[in-house]
C-alpha cells in the first residue's frame, strides 16, 4: 500500500472521483491501493506544481500566439509580458509549432526593459532563438552586452547525415519547451530551454548575459512562421546567489593610435581593450584598470612598442595578469594634407536636404611631415566633415589636428538628385518606419526600380527589402536582400543568389541596386535584385514563386538604419 501526502486540494478532487471521499480540506493523509495510473496521475499532479514555498502563478492571457497556421511574420504575433523581479526566476511552458521550412520558424525570446514595446525608453538585452542564434539591443549602450559566444546547446545528429538542423526542425514540432529566464540578484539573466520532442529527443539551449542586478526585466515570446499554445507561467526564487568567479585568458587591443606627432604624450588615444574571460565571455574593460609593462619613449622619433596587460577576474578581483602589445610610431609634426587616392564612392544620390555622411572607403590620405618625409595616415585619426547636400560638384573636409596646429585638404565629389528617397540620410530609421510609395504591377507586367542604397554596413538587413502586398495593405511576403524572407506567400519562393557572405556586409554602402518585381499572371510573383557595389563587384538575389493574388498585387520598399535614394 501507497501513502500520499495530500499538499492541494485540487488532488482531493481526484481522489474524490475514485472513492467518493468528503472533507477535503481537512484531510492531511490518505492511503490508496490503486491501479499505478492512478498513483501516477496524482504524482504527476503534484508535480506539475513546485513546491518552493514562494511560487506566483501568472495568469496567461493570449493563450495561443501566432496564426495556427504559420503564417506569421516576424515581430507580428507576440504572447503576454512576462515580468521578471531580480531574484526572481520565470518558467513558461508551451508547445511549439513551426512551418518547418527554416530553423527560425520556431519560438524566439525577447528580454527588454520594460512592458511596451511602443515605449519611448523601450530597449531590448537581447533575442534569443530556438536555433542557437540570436542579437543585442538598445541596453547594449547602458553596459549590458550581447555574446553569441555564451550560447550553448546539445542538438543532436540524430539521422547521422552530417546535418543536425534538419534534425533540429524535426523535433521542435510540436514540442514541449519548458523555459527558465532567471533574473539572479548577482546582475546576470540565465535562459535554459528544454524541448522534448514527440520523437523522444530532447534538446537543451543555454545563454546567459549581463542585465540590471535591481530594475526589472521583460520577457516576451515571438512567432516567426509559427505558433506556441502557452500552458503556464510561474515565478519562483532565482536558483542563482552567486556566481564563480573566472580568470582573464586573454586581452585584445583596438583603435590604438598608428602615429603620434612628437610633443604628444597620448599614446593611448581613442583605444580600447577587450578581456575574454575563462568561461568564454569577453567585455570592453576601462582603461583606468590597465596597467602598461612597457611605455614607449614620446620624446624621440621611431617605431614604439606598448605591453598591455590586465589583472582582474570577471567579479573584480586581482589574479594573474594576461598582456598584449601593439606598436606606434612618433613622427614629426604634420604641415600639410593631400588625398592620393580618391575614396570608392565619388559620386552620391540625394533627394533630401539633410548633409550627406562622406564613406571613406578607399581614401588614401597623404601627411607631409615639417621635415619633409610624407606618410600615410590612417583614417582613424582624421576628420571628415559632412557633404552639402546640393547637385554638382562638392567637396568634403578632411582635418587632423597635432600636438602643435589643425591641417585640413579637400575631397572632391558629385551629387546627383533622385526621384525619392526613403529612410533617414543620418541612418536613424527604424525596422517598419520608412516606405516607399505602393506600385501596382499588373498581372503579366513587371516594375522595375533603380536606386542607391546607403548604409552604416553594421548587419546584413541594414539594406533594402521589397514588400508584396495587396491594394488593402495584406501582405503576401517581405523579402530582404540578403537572401531572407516571411509571410503568407514565402513559403513557395525557391531563394537564389551568388552572394559571398564574408563580403556582403561591408559592401552595402553605396551600392547600386536595382529591384524587378514581376507579376507572373499565375498567382506567383518574382523579385529579383541586381546589385552593384561601389567597387564594381556585382551580385544577384532571386526569389521566385512568392504566391500572391496575380489580380491583386502591389509592392513597395521598405529599409533599416539605411536610406535609399531611387532614381527611376
Same mark, same amino acid.
Given at each position: 500500500?501507497?501513502?500520499?501526502?495530500?499538499?492541494?486540494?485540487?488532488?482531493?478532487?481526484?481522489?474524490?472521483?475514485?472513492?467518493?471521499l468528503?472533507?477535503?480540506?481537512?484531510?492531511?493523509?490518505?492511503?490508496?491501493?490503486?491501479?499505478?495510473?492512478?498513483?501516477?496521475?496524482?504524482?504527476?499532479?503534484?508535480?506539475?506544481?513546485?513546491?518552493?514555498?514562494?511560487?506566483?502563478?501568472?495568469?496567461?492571457?493570449?493563450?495561443?500566439?501566432?496564426?495556427?497556421?504559420?503564417?506569421?511574420?516576424?515581430?507580428?504575433?507576440?504572447?503576454?509580458?512576462?515580468?521578471?523581479?531580480?531574484?526572481?526566476?520565470?518558467?513558461?511552458?508551451?508547445?511549439?509549432?513551426?512551418?518547418?521550412?527554416?530553423?527560425?520558424?520556431?519560438?524566439?525570446?525577447?528580454?527588454?526593459?520594460?512592458?511596451?514595446?511602443?515605449?519611448?525608453?523601450?530597449?531590448?538585452?537581447?533575442?534569443?532563438?530556438?536555433?542557437?542564434?540570436?542579437?543585442?539591443?538598445g541596453?547594449?549602450?547602458?553596459?549590458?552586452?550581447?555574446?553569441?559566444?555564451?550560447?550553448?546547446?546539445?542538438?543532436?545528429?540524430?539521422?547521422?547525415?552530417?546535418?543536425?538542423?534538419?534534425?533540429?526542425?524535426?523535433?521542435?514540432?510540436?514540442?514541449?519547451?519548458?523555459?527558465?529566464?532567471?533574473?539572479?540578484?548577482?546582475?546576470?539573466?540565465?535562459?535554459t530551454?528544454?524541448?522534448?520532442?514527440?520523437?523522444?529527443?530532447?534538446?537543451?539551449?543555454?545563454?546567459q548575459?549581463?542585465?540590471?542586478?535591481?530594475?526589472?526585466?521583460?520577457?516576451?515570446?515571438?512567432?516567426?512562421?509559427?505558433?506556441?499554445?502557452?500552458?503556464?507561467?510561474?515565478?519562483?526564487?532565482?536558483?542563482?546567489?552567486?556566481?564563480?568567479?573566472?580568470?582573464?585568458?586573454?586581452?585584445?587591443?583596438?583603435?590604438?593610435?598608428?602615429?603620434?606627432?612628437?610633443?604628444?604624450?597620448?599614446?593611448?588615444?581613442?583605444?580600447?581593450? *577587450?578581456? @575574454? /574571460?575563462? $568561461? !568564454?565571455?569577453s567585455?570592453?574593460?576601462?582603461?583606468?584598470?590597465?596597467? &602598461?609593462?612597457? =611605455? #614607449?619613449?614620446?620624446?624621440?622619433?621611431?617605431?614604439k612598442?606598448?605591453?598591455?596587460?590586465?589583472?582582474?577576474t570577471?567579479?573584480?578581483?586581482?589574479g594573474?595578469?594576461?598582456?598584449?602589445?601593439?606598436?606606434?610610431?612618433?613622427?614629426?609634426?604634420?604641415?600639410?594634407?593631400?588625398?592620393?587616392?580618391?575614396?570608392?564612392?565619388?559620386?552620391?544620390?540625394?533627394?533630401?536636404?539633410?548633409p550627406?555622411?562622406?564613406?571613406t572607403?578607399?581614401?588614401?590620405? *597623404?601627411? @607631409? /611631415?615639417? $621635415? !619633409?618625409?610624407?606618410?600615410?595616415?590612417?583614417?582613424?585619426?582624421?576628420? &571628415?566633415?559632412? =557633404? #552639402?547636400?546640393?547637385?554638382?560638384?562638392?567637396?568634403?573636409?578632411?582635418?587632423?589636428v597635432?600636438?602643435?596646429?589643425?591641417?585640413?585638404t579637400?575631397?572632391?565629389?558629385?551629387?546627383?538628385?533622385?526621384?525619392?528617397?526613403?529612410?533617414?540620410?543620418?541612418?536613424?530609421?527604424?525596422?517598419?518606419?520608412?516606405?516607399?510609395?505602393?506600385?501596382?504591377?499588373?498581372?503579366?507586367?513587371?516594375?522595375?526600380?533603380?536606386?542607391?542604397?546607403?548604409?552604416?554596413n553594421?548587419?546584413?538587413?541594414h539594406?533594402?527589402?521589397?514588400?508584396?502586398?495587396?491594394?488593402?495593405?495584406?501582405?503576401?511576403?517581405?523579402?530582404?536582400?540578403?537572401?531572407?524572407?516571411?509571410?503568407?506567400?514565402?513559403?513557395?519562393?525557391?531563394?537564389?543568389?551568388?552572394?559571398?557572405?564574408?563580403?556582403?556586409?561591408?559592401?552595402?554602402?553605396?551600392?547600386?541596386?536595382?529591384?524587378?518585381?514581376?507579376?507572373?499572371?499565375?498567382?506567383?510573383?518574382?523579385?529579383?535584385?541586381?546589385?552593384t557595389?561601389?567597387?564594381?563587384?556585382?551580385?544577384?538575389?532571386?526569389?521566385?514563386?512568392?504566391?500572391?493574388?496575380?489580380?491583386?498585387?502591389?509592392?513597395?520598399?521598405?529599409?533599416?538604419?539605411?536610406?535609399?535614394?531611387?532614381?527611376?
Open positions: 500500500m501507497k501513502k500520499t501526502k495530500l499538499i492541494r486540494c485540487a488532488l482531493c478532487a481526484a481522489v474524490l472521483a475514485a472513492f467518493g468528503v472533507g477535503c480540506e481537512k484531510l492531511d493523509l490518505y492511503s490508496i491501493d490503486a491501479p499505478a495510473d492512478l498513483q501516477s496521475r496524482i504524482d504527476s499532479i503534484a508535480a506539475s506544481k513546485p513546491d518552493t514555498g514562494d511560487t506566483t502563478y501568472v495568469t496567461i492571457s493570449t493563450a495561443i500566439v501566432g496564426a495556427e497556421d504559420n503564417s506569421s511574420g516576424w515581430w507580428t504575433a507576440f504572447s503576454d509580458y512576462f515580468t521578471i523581479p531580480t531574484n526572481k526566476l520565470l518558467h513558461l511552458e508551451f508547445i511549439n509549432h513551426g512551418s518547418g521550412v527554416n530553423n527560425w520558424n520556431n519560438w524566439n525570446l525577447c528580454v527588454c526593459n520594460v512592458a511596451n514595446r511602443s515605449a519611448a525608453d523601450y530597449k531590448e538585452y537581447f533575442v534569443l532563438r530556438s536555433d542557437a542564434y540570436g542579437w543585442g539591443g541596453m547594449a549602450a547602458e553596459g549590458y552586452a550581447y555574446d553569441s559566444k555564451m550560447i550553448s546547446q546539445n542538438y543532436p545528429d540524430t539521422d547521422g547525415d552530417g546535418d543536425i538542423w534538419n534534425d533540429f526542425r524535426t523535433t521542435m514540432q510540436g514540442a514541449r519547451v519548458s523555459l527558465d529566464i532567471d533574473h539572479s540578484a548577482t546582475g546576470n539573466v540565465y535562459v530551454a528544454t524541448a522534448v520532442g514527440t520523437n523522444g529527443i530532447t534538446l537543451v539551449e543555454t545563454y548575459q549581463p542585465v540590471s542586478s535591481t530594475a526589472d526585466i521583460v520577457a516576451f515570446l515571438v512567432a516567426d512562421g509559427s505558433y506556441f499554445e502557452m500552458k503556464k507561467a510561474y515565478l519562483i526564487p532565482s536558483k542563482v546567489t552567486v556566481i564563480e568567479d573566472v580568470s582573464p585568458v586573454s586581452i585584445t587591443v583596438e583603435g590604438a593610435p598608428a602615429f603620434v606627432e612628437l610633443g604628444n604624450t597620448n599614446f593611448w588615444g581613442d583605444a580600447t581593450a *577587450t578581456v @575574454t /574571460y575563462a $568561461d !568564454g565571455s567585455a570592453q574593460v576601462d582603461s583606468s584598470d590597465i596597467s &602598461f609593462n612597457v =611605455i #614607449p619613449d614620446m620624446t624621440t622619433l621611431g617605431k612598442t606598448v605591453v598591455v596587460a590586465y589583472s582582474k570577471k567579479q573584480g578581483a586581482y594573474k595578469a594576461v598582456s598584449t602589445f601593439y606598436t606606434l610610431e612618433v613622427t614629426n609634426p604634420v604641415v600639410s594634407l593631400e588625398v592620393t587616392t580618391l575614396p570608392n564612392i565619388t559620386t552620391y544620390y540625394y533627394y533630401n536636404s539633410d550627406i555622411l562622406f564613406n572607403a578607399g581614401i588614401v590620405v *597623404t601627411a @607631409t /611631415y615639417s $621635415d !619633409g618625409t610624407k606618410g600615410i595616415i590612417p583614417t582613424g585619426n582624421l576628420q &571628415f566633415g559632412k =557633404i #552639402p547636400a546640393a547637385t554638382g560638384s562638392q567637396s568634403v573636409v578632411i582635418t587632423y597635432g600636438a602643435t596646429k589643425t591641417v585640413t579637400t575631397c572632391p565629389v558629385t551629387l546627383v538628385k533622385g526621384v525619392s528617397q526613403v529612410g533617414a540620410t543620418d541612418f536613424s530609421s527604424g525596422w517598419w518606419t520608412a516606405f516607399s510609395a505602393d506600385y501596382t504591377v499588373a498581372s503579366g507586367s513587371s516594375k522595375t526600380f533603380t536606386m542607391y542604397c546607403y548604409s552604416d553594421l548587419a546584413n538587413w539594406s533594402p527589402c521589397t514588400i508584396l502586398r495587396k491594394a488593402d495593405k495584406t501582405e503576401y511576403a517581405v523579402v530582404r536582400m540578403d537572401n531572407f524572407g516571411w509571410g503568407s506567400g514565402y513559403s513557395t519562393a525557391t531563394l537564389t543568389s551568388d552572394w559571398n557572405w564574408d563580403k556582403f556586409q561591408s559592401n552595402i554602402n553605396g551600392s547600386k541596386v536595382v529591384i524587378t518585381v514581376t507579376n507572373n499572371g499565375n498567382n506567383t510573383a518574382d523579385v529579383l535584385y541586381n546589385v557595389y561601389a567597387n564594381g563587384e556585382t551580385h544577384f538575389q532571386k526569389y521566385a514563386g512568392v504566391t500572391v493574388d496575380s489580380s491583386d498585387l502591389n509592392c513597395a520598399l521598405v529599409t533599416e538604419e539605411s536610406y535609399l535614394v531611387i532614381v527611376q
